[in-house]
């Protein structure tokens, strides 16, 4: 059931990270060229693609995790019995669950600071906010991920 309920927004959060990513490549593609030929780069070009950073990597962390589609170099763990590798697994989704949590719960806390303190980028003078509070979600939703295969992975223990 969590699955179902985790599945569509990590999908949704992931696609907008991916449209960020291309983004990015257009503006450093667009700035690398107007500064070569032009000699006019594009201003702000270097905040936005820090804004959009965060946004690609805190979006894309649920999906990635969902999916299990993220490396594992798995030299020893996989020559340990599958008791043994589900039994770290479970330890290991629970202090990524706490620090998930925790990174999630601090962002909103920065989020507001920044929002109620007017924290802008430099040079255009884009609120940082919003950045901030995509990271908050993205963790908030890879801890909902992460508590979703920890709780699988207890009932495939108690059996």
Known sequence: MLDKILRKPSIVFHKIG????????VLTAGDVFLRNVFNK?????????????????????AYVTITKSQI???????RLPQRAQKVLTVI???????????????????????????????VLLIPTYPFIGVVA????????????D???LIQELKK
Do not use: H
Request: proline content about 1%; overall charge negative.
């Open 18 to 25: 991916g449209w960020a990513l291309v983004g990015m490549m």
């Open 41 to 61: 780069p594009i201003l702000g070009a270097f905040e936005i693609t820090e804004s959009l950073m965060t946004v690609v990597v805190a979006s894309g962390l």
């Open 72 to 78: 594992r170099v798995e030299i020893l763990f996989s």
């Open 92 to 122: 290991t989704d629970f202090f990524s669950l706490g620090f998930c949590i925790l990174l999630s719960w601090q962002s909103f806390i920065y989020m507001m600071k920044a929002y109620e303190s007017g924290v802008v980028w430099g």
């Open 137 to 148: 979600l993205g963790m908030l939703l890879l801890a909902g991920v992460l508590l979703k």
């Open 150 to 152: 920890f709780l699988e």
